[in-house]
C-alpha cells in the first residue's frame, strides 16, 4: 500500500503545514505514528476531531514532562526512519528530544523541523502565520486588484504549498540519501524559504522586465483579459485562461468576437477595455451555457466551482479526485502510482486511541506497558 510501505515516521502533534506533511507522507503509504499531549490537545480549527489533516496516523499519548515519557519516545526513535515537528525553534531542545539527542539514539534518523520563519534568523523567534510568511517575501504583494490592498490567498502558499510540501520533499530526498551514506541529518524546512521558491518564476520575469510591482499590472495576475475569471448571467464564474495564440484565437472564435480591438492580445494599454467587454459579453449567458459552448476545448476554460460543487464535476468524479470518509467529503491521497497505490490507512484518530496498540506493535512488552501506565508517562 502506497510507495512508501515500511518506513516508520515519528510526527509530534501540531499545526497548519506539519500534519499536512505527515498527512502526505501517510498517504503514500509510510506508518506515522503521532506523538500527543497526554492530555487533549486544545480544540483549534486544524485540530478539531475528525479534520482529514489528521487521517492515516495512528495517536499515542505520552507526557513529555516526565522522564519516562521522554525515554519511551527515545526508545521508539531508534526504530523509526523519521521525524516531524513544527515548533518553535528550541522547543524540542528543551523537551530533551533535539537533533542531537534523536541521532546519537538513531544516527540514521531524518530529522524534519517545520517553522515559519526558520531555524535561525532576526524573526526566528517571533510568532506568525502564513499571511506574515509570504508577505516577508514578495508573494503576498503580488496579489490582489490594483487600488486594493493585496489579498490574503488563504493559506495555501506559506503553509502548506511552501511549508508542509517543502517538508515532505525535503525528507523524502533526505531518506534517499540516507539509503547511501548510512547517516541521516536534520531538515530545516521554512515557510519563508518555501514562499520565496514558490515565487522563483516570477522573479525571473521581473529580471526580464516582464513583471512590474504593481497589482493588476501583469500578465497572471488578473490584468489580462484573457487571464482572469468572470461573472455570469446567474452571478455564477468561470475562469479564462487563453494565453496562447492558438488558444485566444478558439477564444474569440467560439464567442464570435470579431472586434479588432481584439486582435491586439499582448498591447497592455488595451487590456482593461477588452476586459470591460468580456464583462459584459460573460454576463448574457448562464455558467452552464459557457460549459456547454466551450468546457473541455482548447480555449483554457473551467467553471469555478464552490466547494460542494468541485466533487460531484464529472471529472473529479471520473478519476475520484475526492473521497468520502467516514462522512466527510475530502480529496483523495494524490499523485497517482500505477503499481504502489496510495490510499488512507486509518481515519482521524482521537489523542491516545492507540497508545498501547502501538507499543505492543514496536516491540513493548505487557511488563513496559505496565511501568509507564504506573507512572502516568502514557
Known amino acids: 500500500m502506497g510507495p512508501l510501505k515500511g518506513i516508520k515516521i515519528i510526527e509530534f502533534a501540531g499545526l497548519g503545514p506539519a500534519p499536512y506533511c505527515a498527512m502526505m507522507l501517510s498517504d503514500l503509504g509510510a506508518e506515522i505514528i503521532r506523538i500527543d499531549r497526554k ?3 486544545p480544540e483549534t480549527i486544524t485540530t478539531r476531531p475528525g479534520n482529514p489533516i489528521d487521517r492515516g496516523r495512528r495517536s499515542l499519548a505520552v507526557d513529555l514532562k516526565r522522564p519516562e515519557g521522554i525515554a519511551l519516545v527515545l526508545k521508539l526513535m531508534a526504530q523509526a526512519d523519521a521525524l516531524i515537528e513544527g515548533f518553535r525553534p528550541g522547543v524540542m531542545e528543551r523537551l530533551g528530544l533535539g537533533p542531537d539527542v534523536c541521532l546519537a539514539q538513531n544516527q540514521r534518523l531524518v530529522y524534519g523541523r517545520m517553522t515559519g520563519w526558520g531555524q535561525t534568523g532576526p524573526l526566528a523567534q517571533a510568532a506568525g502565520h502564513d499571511i506574515n510568511y509570504i508577505a516577508l517575501t514578495g508573494a503576498l504583494h503580488t496579489m490582489g486588484r490594483a487600488g486594493e490592498p493585496p489579498a490574503p490567498p488563504l493559506n495555501l502558499i506559506g503553509d502548506y504549498g511552501g511549508g508542509g510540501m517543502l517538508l515532505a520533499v525535503g525528507m523524502l530526498a533526505a531518506l534517499l540519501e540516507t539509503r547511501i551514506s548510512g547517516k541521516g541529518q536534520i531538515i530545516d524546512a521554512a515557510m519563508t524559504d518555501g514562499s520565496a521558491s514558490l515565487m522563483t518564476l516570477f522573479y525571473g520575469m521581473k529580471a526580464a522586465g516582464l513583471w512590474s510591482n504593481q497589482r493588476s499590472a501583469n500578465l497572471l495576475d488578473g490584468a489580462a483579459h484573457f487571464y482572469d475569471t468572470y461573472a455570469c448571467s446567474d452571478n455564477r464564474f468561470i475562469a479564462i485562461g487563453a494565453i496562447e495564440p492558438q488558444f485566444y484565437a478558439l477564444l474569440l472564435e467560439l464567442c464570435n ?104 506493535d514496536w516491540g513493548f512488552d505487557a511488563d513496559e506497558l505496565g511501568v509507564l501506565e504506573a507512572a502516568a508517562a502514557i
Not at 272 to 283: D, G, R
Open 257 to 360: 468576437i470579431d472586434d479588432p480591438e481584439f486582435s491586439r492580445q499582448m498591447n497592455p494599454a488595451g487590456w482593461p477595455q477588452l476586459k470591460e467587454k468580456l464583462t459584459t459579453l460573460f454576463k448574457t449567458r448562464s455558467r452552464q451555457q459557457w460549459c456547454e459552448l466551450m468546457e473541455g476545448t482548447d480555449v483554457c476554460f473551467a467553471p469555478v466551482l464552490d466547494m460542494d460543487e468541485a466533487p460531484q464535476h464529472p471529472h473529479n468524479q471520473a478519476r475520484q479526485t475526492f473521497i468520502t470518509r467516514d462522512g466527510v467529503v475530502q480529496p483523495a491521497p494524490a499523485p497517482r502510482f500505477s503499481r504502489t497505490v496510495p490510499e488512507v490507512q486509518h481515519s482521524p484518530a482521537r489523542p491516545g486511541e492507540h497508545s498501547k496498540e502501538i507499543l505492543l
Open 39 to 41: 492530555s487533549s490537545r
